[in-house]
């Protein structure tokens, strides 16, 4: 069985391995969810690692990715060096074979475009949207629209358009299984994994039954703070 890049990343994020792997940079000023630091790339002051996923990016000259990429971008490890060497410091055992890396970039990919779709469907669902007409007056939606982050899915021409301009390949849009044309209309809802990366979509009407679920908690989550004493 192939070891999941993830389950390494979610070891290596909770023991804050993070400060560990970008300690050379110098002094890691913590902002929110982000520490800043100097740019390994640049040397610009703008070098930003997230806390809560595997993810940097440098916001002056642009570089960015994960903790592999890193190790191979700035260490310059190779692939497997990389891999091995994240996995048995989250003490993992590692078990890929050739296809590993192929998967993984593949895998990659995938929730790049994933990024890119949750954009694309956010940007869709307009104020003046039949979705959000929907969702405000038929279904009494309010906060929830925002915090569960939800969408609508345009046309599959615009979906793909978009994605092409992206950079994205017509094999990376067909594999990503969006590429549905059922899916004209609907109102999409992310699913993030544990490191908070868009992992799938969950489309109408299946989305109302995890938002029915979800208003609940909110209505509970926001009570306080909604009744001021
Ligand atoms: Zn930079």
């Given amino acids: 069985m192939n070891t999941d890049i993830q389950d390494i990343y979610n070891r290596l994020l909770s023991s804050h391995y993070y400060e560990r792997l970008f300690s050379d940079l110098g002094n890691l000023k913590k902002e929110g969810r982000e520490l800043i630091t100097q740019c390994p790339f640049c040397e610009s002051d703008r070098f930003s690692i997230s806390t809560t996923k595997p993810l940097w990016k440098c916001w002056s000259c642009g570089e960015s990715g994960d903790y592999l990429d890193y190790l191979q971008n700035k260490e310059r490890k190779d692939f497997s060096e990389a ?15 050739s296809d590993y890396q192929k998967s993984y970039q593949k895998k990659k990919i995938k929730l790049s475009l994933f990024e890119e779709a949750q954009t694309l469907f956010i940007n869709s669902l307009t104020p003046d949207s039949p979705q959000s007409n929907y969702l405000i007056h038929t279904r009494k939606y309010g906060e929830e629209i925002k915090l569960m982050q939800l969408g609508a899915y345009p046309s599959t021409h615009k979906f793909e358009n978009y994605l092409l301009q992206k950079g994205f390949s017509e094999e990376e849009i067909r594999d990503s299984g969006l590429l549905n044309s059922k899916l004209k209309g609907r109102i999409s809802i992310p699913y993030p994994n544990q490191s908070g990366v868009i992992s799938g979509f969950s489309f109408s009407p299946e989305v109302f039954k995890y938002l029915g679920l979800f208003s609940s908690l909110i209505v509970l989550k926001l009570k306080p703070e909604i009744t001021p004493d």
């Fill in 83 to 97: 891999l091995i060497e994240l996995a048995e410091i989250a003490g993992i055992e590692v078990n890929f074979d």
